[in-house]
């Protein structure tokens, strides 16, 4: 019974019987058509007092017989159809990317060449990568003078992308430790079981600080075999800044300045690649491309089992013509 009522798995083996169902409503067409020819009458002076006679229960039920054959019939049109409920079991087999996303927090992302700034357009198109990204699992590194694990690696997306969201400028010493922003990344990704192992790395800034070299960095990655996609965020020429006066803060025009060399060489010496997103456009297509770089091999094999439903409409359709019969021959018997 509940296999009938899940009606979005099942199917019919021979759907072409419905049309027979057209001929129903001729059928009904037929059994109440007007009388044709010449039949026997009684003429009455009056009908007065036939107006205050009821019909019997016999009378007003008799149109059972005909709900009866309908039901008979649809019954078997059904049945000849062959309902089936379908069960389908999926085996899926991923072979799934271990990421870390590396982000710069620094005070410079709050630069507006990118809107509203760089770090919430940072934010917001990575937040839209790992939604395309179902099956990997993704980690997500914070640095500016330091670097912090934001978020361990995991496939709960959910918890990545409120802790994604939670990230600001500011929430670290200030400064550009971008050797300290790999580091930690590539310690975080080392010990994956991953088929590939990828870090992203998005920065605006030049290294002027941190505890591990670039250089460093770079070996310990190409060591423990991480492809680095390095993305140099931040408009070519000069960009509104915000900067703290006495006067409240305020936007002031500062070059630009990124280590375009050193994301180049980390990029190409990891079998990465390296990109310039200078405006929210850009970087967008970045994080497609990207995508499109990194996929995930997903293999799924699909089993669809049938489960025959026609015995129940059979069976209603045999008991529905025995009562049909035993009315018409017992109570429902006519004297013609």
């Not at 630069?111 to 980690?139: C, H, M, Q, Y």
Request: hydrophobic share 45%.
């Amino acid at each position: 019974m509940n296999a009938l009522m899940d009606w979005k798995h099942i199917s019919f083996a021979h759907p072409a019987f419905f049309a027979l169902l057209a001929f129903i409503p001729l059928l009904l067409w037929w059994h109440y058509r007007p009388a044709a020819g010449n039949h026997p009458a009684l003429r009455l002076t009056t009908t007065q007092s036939l107006r205050k006679v009821s019909p019997g229960w016999r009378v007003r039920f008799r149109p059972v017989l005909v709900f009866l054959r309908m039901l008979t019939l649809t019954a078997m049109i059904v049945a000849l159809a062959r309902p089936q409920s379908s069960n389908v079991t999926e085996n899926i087999d991923s072979e799934g990317i271990d990421m870390v996303l590396s982000v710069d927090v620094s005070g410079s992302m709050l630069a507006e060449d990118l809107k509203p700034n760089r770090i919430e357009a940072a934010k917001k198109v990575a937040s839209d990568f790992v939604d395309r990204r179902p099956t990997d699992r993704i980690g997500l590194v914070i640095f500016s003078g330091e670097s912090f694990t934001q978020c361990p690696i995991t496939i709960d997306h959910d918890v990545l992308k409120e802790q994604l969201a939670n990230i600001k400028s500011g929430m670290l010493v200030d400064g550009t430790a971008i050797g300290d922003g790999l580091a930690t990344a590539v310690d975080r990704i080392r010990r994956s079981n991953g088929k590939s192992k990828v870090i992203i790395l998005l920065t605006d800034g030049v290294n002027n600080v941190g505890k591990v070299g670039p250089e460093l960095a770079l070996e310990v990655a190409k060591a423990y075999k991480v492809r680095v996609y390095t993305i140099g965020i931040g408009t070519r020429g000069m960009a509104p800044y915000p900067v703290q006066t006495p006067f409240g803060m305020q936007k002031q025009m500062q070059e630009v300045q990124i280590d375009e060399a050193l994301l180049k060489k980390i990029a190409t010496e990891t079998g990465g690649k390296y990109y310039r997103a200078t405006d929210n456009s850009t970087l967008k297509t970045i994080y497609g491309d990207i995508d499109k770089l990194e996929k995930t091999k997903i293999e799924v094999s699909s089993y669809k089992h049938y489960a025959e439903l026609f015995f129940p409409f059979a069976l209603l359709a045999l008991i529905s013509l025995l009562l049909e019969v035993s009315l018409r021959y017992t109570v429902f018997k006519s004297v013609t």
